[in-house]
């Protein structure tokens, strides 16, 4: 089999790729480091690397050709650049992903996976469902969403297999740790190990259901080499533990040394799925517990 990881020297991209790699595939990777929040990119030499930007059909267009499996990660990830910069996110992820498609598309790839997010729910009742409607609160979400109906569209209208993942607050190794918009779980280790307070946003009672990497690699990886009847692609699928958390519980977990700072716009309180759709039609289950995670890293 033979693979093409966007994104692949990211958080999410390079476990993929490593997983990929470890079970036996040919892996091309693409990313162009854009991401401000990591501290390193991971290349794995076993993969053939490329250093270009999704949107450069130019370039990109002639990788896809005799790869079976396309798994989508790219992407402005994070939800305050993208309302400080929504031209860009628009454009990596809305732009981004259908120059993906398409490059796909001419190139007969057998499954598009794509990587979106469970901030599409916005402030919809919990658990998230995902027969609810859209409710984006931010250009993030927005241009994530647009994502989704460019796959369910290339999927309809040109029979190219698609796959669309929502991931609910994805955390684990080498998850970003810089800056103040890093996900939760690496802000608060990394400032429990330089001996800081944690910074809780709000008033902490925020609460998210965080997935382990490897839960979002199993879960890929799953659908991609499943023998998923027709009606079930061009879908939407949640990819949660359907267990959430309080951002103070998580600090607990960590820490008492904390501080509350300003909360922010554009993101909602709860997010909790239901993953009963994914374990239905992919058997999948997620493996890892975050106390127990966390546990392991102090």
């Given at each position: 089999?033979?693979?093409?990881?966007?994104?692949?020297?990211?958080?999410?991209?390079?476990?993929?790729?490593?997983?990929?790699?470890?079970?036996?595939?040919?892996?091309?990777?693409?990313?162009?480091?854009?991401?401000?929040?990591?501290?390193?990119?991971?290349?794995?030499?076993?993969?053939?690397?490329?250093?270009?930007?999704?949107?450069?059909?130019?370039?990109?267009?002639?990788?896809?050709?005799?790869?079976?499996?396309?798994?989508?990660?790219?992407?402005?990830?994070?939800?305050?650049?993208?309302?400080?910069?929504?031209?860009?996110?628009v454009s990596i992820n809305s732009v981004g992903t259908a120059?993906?498609?398409?490059?796909?598309?001419?190139?007969?790839?057998?499954?598009?996976?794509?990587?979106?997010?469970?901030?599409?729910?916005?402030?919809?009742?919990?658990?998230?469902?995902?027969?609810?409607?859209?409710?984006?609160?931010?250009?993030?979400?927005?241009?994530?969403?647009?994502?989704?109906?460019?796959?369910?569209?290339?999927?309809?209208?040109?029979?190219?297999?698609?796959?669309?993942?929502?991931?609910?607050?994805?955390?684990?190794?080498?998850?970003?740790?810089?800056?103040?918009?890093?996900?939760?779980?690496?802000?608060?280790?990394?400032?429990?190990?330089?001996?800081?307070?944690?910074?809780?946003?709000?008033?902490?009672?925020?609460?998210?259901?965080?997935?382990?990497?490897?839960?979002?690699?199993?879960?890929?990886?799953?659908?991609?080499?499943?023998?998923?009847?027709?009606?079930?692609?061009?879908?939407?699928?949640?990819?949660?533990?359907?267990?959430?958390?309080?951002?103070?519980?998580?600090?607990?977990?960590?820490?008492?040394?904390?501080?509350?700072?300003?909360?922010?716009?554009?993101?909602?309180?709860?997010?909790?799925?239901?993953?009963?759709?994914?374990?239905?039609?992919?058997?999948?289950?997620?493996?890892?517990?975050?106390?127990?995670?966390?546990?392991?890293?102090?």
């Amino acid at each position: 089999m033979k693979s093409l990881v966007t994104g692949g020297a990211g958080f999410i991209g390079s476990n993929l790729v490593d997983k990929l790699i470890d079970i036996g595939h040919e892996v091309i990777v693409i990313d162009n480091e854009f991401s401000e929040a990591h501290d390193q990119f991971y290349w794995n030499d076993k993969a053939q690397n490329y250093k270009y930007d999704i949107r450069d059909y130019k370039n990109t267009r002639p990788l896809y050709d005799g790869v079976d499996y396309v798994f989508h990660l790219a992407a402005e990830a994070r939800i305050q650049p993208a309302i400080l910069n929504p031209i860009e996110a628009v454009s990596i992820n809305s732009v981004g992903t259908a120059t993906v498609l398409q490059c796909s598309r001419e190139s007969n790839i057998k499954k598009v996976l794509y990587s979106s997010t469970s901030s599409a729910y916005g402030m919809n009742s919990f658990p998230n469902v995902e027969t609810q409607p859209d409710d984006c609160l931010n250009p993030y979400s927005v241009s994530k969403v647009n994502g989704e109906k460019l796959c369910k569209m290339y999927n309809d209208l040109y029979g190219l297999k698609t796959i669309i993942f929502r991931y609910f607050n994805v955390y684990g190794e080498r998850q970003p740790l810089r800056g103040q918009y890093a996900p939760v779980v690496g802000i608060f280790l990394r400032q429990m190990k330089n001996y800081e307070a944690l910074t809780i946003v709000g008033d902490g009672e925020q609460r998210r259901d965080f997935t382990h990497v490897s839960d979002i690699v199993n879960a890929n990886i799953m659908a991609a080499i499943s023998n998923t009847e027709d009606q079930h692609y061009g879908q939407v699928y949640n990819v949660g533990t359907g267990k959430n958390y309080s951002i103070n519980e998580v600090a607990a977990f960590i820490s008492d040394n904390v501080k509350n700072i300003s909360p922010r716009i554009g993101e909602t309180r709860i997010t909790l799925a239901d993953n009963s759709k994914i374990k239905k039609v992919f058997g999948w289950e997620p493996k890892v517990n975050l106390k127990d995670w966390i546990d392991g890293q102090k």
